[in-house]
């Protein structure tokens, strides 16, 4: 195993144990599922998990998009006919997902993402059993804004999942 997977491999299990370790003893889950426990963080703990939410996406896609070259390797021509590249380390790092509705306000960086998240379990208690990290991971800048496009998103069958 190389160096920088190791690397790697110790970031992503370091996120996984802070966002772990971030776990108030008080937190409420209720029987409509991980909205009670997201209610019941504190901003500033909500705050925490999306960063580390976003930070964890962020480095595990690089680090998989990095490994396309490996298992996908070609040869010169770097371009095809239409001058598109061909690298695969660059063509999926082009497709991947991004989180960049970062707020400059420091008191609040992550405010699009939390306050989505906290909308969409306030105003559609019918699928609050739905857990916050996949909401989250609807979220991206591809993908859907708020938490009224989400709604509308799981009610067109966009968006499926078994909770």
């Given at each position: 195993m190389s160096l920088q997977?190791?690397?790697?491999?110790?970031?992503?299990?370091?996120?996984?144990?802070?966002?772990?370790?971030?776990?108030?003893?008080?937190?409420?889950?209720?029987?409509?599922?991980?909205?009670?426990?997201?209610?019941s963080m504190s901003p500033s703990a909500r705050e925490s998990y999306v960063e580390g939410f976003t930070a964890g996406y962020s480095m595990g896609s690089i680090t998989a998009c990095n490994n396309a070259d490996r298992l996908f390797p070609t040869n010169p021509p770097l371009f095809d006919k239409a001058g598109n590249l061909q690298m695969?380390?660059?063509?999926?790092?082009e497709v991947r997902d991004h989180y960049s509705r970062i707020s400059q306000d420091h008191a609040s960086h992550y405010r699009s993402y939390t306050g989505a998240v906290t909308e969409f379990y306030e105003k559609f208690p019918?699928?609050?059993?739905?857990?916050?990290?996949?909401?989250?991971?609807?979220?991206?800048?591809?993908?859907?804004?708020?938490?009224?496009?989400?709604?509308?998103a799981f009610d067109r069958g966009e968006i499926q999942g078994t909770f």
């Amino acid at each position: 195993m190389s160096l920088q997977h190791r690397f790697s491999m110790l970031v992503a299990w370091s996120i996984i144990a802070a966002l772990s370790a971030c776990r108030h003893p008080d937190l409420r889950t209720t029987e409509d599922g991980k909205y009670g426990e997201w209610l019941s963080m504190s901003p500033s703990a909500r705050e925490s998990y999306v960063e580390g939410f976003t930070a964890g996406y962020s480095m595990g896609s690089i680090t998989a998009c990095n490994n396309a070259d490996r298992l996908f390797p070609t040869n010169p021509p770097l371009f095809d006919k239409a001058g598109n590249l061909q690298m695969p380390t660059l063509r999926c790092l082009e497709v991947r997902d991004h989180y960049s509705r970062i707020s400059q306000d420091h008191a609040s960086h992550y405010r699009s993402y939390t306050g989505a998240v906290t909308e969409f379990y306030e105003k559609f208690p019918k699928y609050r059993r739905i857990p916050y990290a996949y909401l989250l991971r609807y979220l991206s800048d591809k993908q859907y804004g708020s938490a009224d496009q989400l709604c509308q998103a799981f009610d067109r069958g966009e968006i499926q999942g078994t909770f």
